[in-house]
């Protein structure tokens, strides 16, 4: 795929000041991305639950830019404040685009962003974030030049735009499920852009649940990008994207029976495997503490008493998510008030499930708070 386009350039005295709002959720993979190379490219596939309440609401405010300059002219505020930090990063990012949005650069952007979630909560919002700047972007595209029509090209490129801001963001922009890689099991799936696949999902899945245990606020102590980047030299790399691939095919298929039981199997191994991928890093670190462990082993228990099909996965991180479908929500709230509050950080925990992806809002209403 290639989005160069030299000819998307604009009249700087025919830009009228406009504003473009997109909110785009959180996702959580079943089968995980982890390592990757090229430009932003993963080592294996990757699937995901699109998450609902999780969610970044982006606005991106645009003009003609006074005077020509070098690069892009940006400025982020996140949550009402400008953040010279994530102003840096994304004028970085938008300057990696200008191949395939020279127009970037006569303009001058203020972005808007808030997070659904607290900031200190612990949770990776890149997905979320760059998912709703990548939707802004293409939205900003058709706006001005009426180039992007057809949905489905345009939520690929938005998926693709995304991709190379955060790997696992460019799964954030289709409801349900995504899935991001090429497998030759499905066609048209790829590496450069994620695919969606709710029209394969079991209407259990549909409506699952996915409540997000806050075990540790703290920031972690090694990031993302360091810890893909440790996958180039870790001694199971080559066995655990193979498995991975194949693992994603299994779980297209379980998705698509509505087979939980199955599910939660995966899941959870998939989850273990990414903390055993990092603690045979060189160096190797952990995430994951000892109240993760306390959760599991709570969660096992009530699994072995009830017999209800609630599992976990983890990201990068300490958190637990629990995955569970609508039929056992009461008891399952019920049992994390109970049994597993304890062990979160200031007893907090979102509840959250699966949502049908992005929408693009009025601007009008207020977007930072
Ligand atoms: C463990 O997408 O955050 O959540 O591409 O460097 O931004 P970058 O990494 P990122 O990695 C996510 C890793 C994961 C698994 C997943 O979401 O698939």
Known sequence: MNYDSPSLTVVSTEVEPGAIRWRSPSNIALVKYWGKHGDQLPRNASVSFTLDGAATDTTLHYSARKAAGEGVEVELYFHGTMKPDFTARTKKYLERLLPIYPFLQQLSLRIETSNSFPHSAGIASSASGMSALALCLVSLEEQLFGTMTDRDAFLRKASYLARLGSGSASRSVYGTAALWGA??????????????????????FQTYHDDILLISKTEKSVSSRAGHGLMDLNPYAGARYAQANRRVVTMLDILRRGDTENFGELLESEALTLHALMMSSHPYYTLIEPNTLHVIRTLQQF????GHP????????????????????????NFIREHL???CEDKMYLADRVGKGPQQLPVNETSSD
């Open 341 to 343: 509050l304890y062990f």
């Open 310 to 333: 609630v599992h976990f996965t983890l990201d990068a991180g300490p958190n637990v998510h629990l995955l569970y479908p609508d039929t056992v929500a009461s008891e399952v709230r």
């Open 303 to 306: 699994r072995r008493e009830t």
């Open 183 to 204: 497998v030759s099991e499905v066609e048209f799936s790829s590496d450069e852009y994620a695919l969606p696949v709710a029209d394969r999902i079991h209407p259990v």
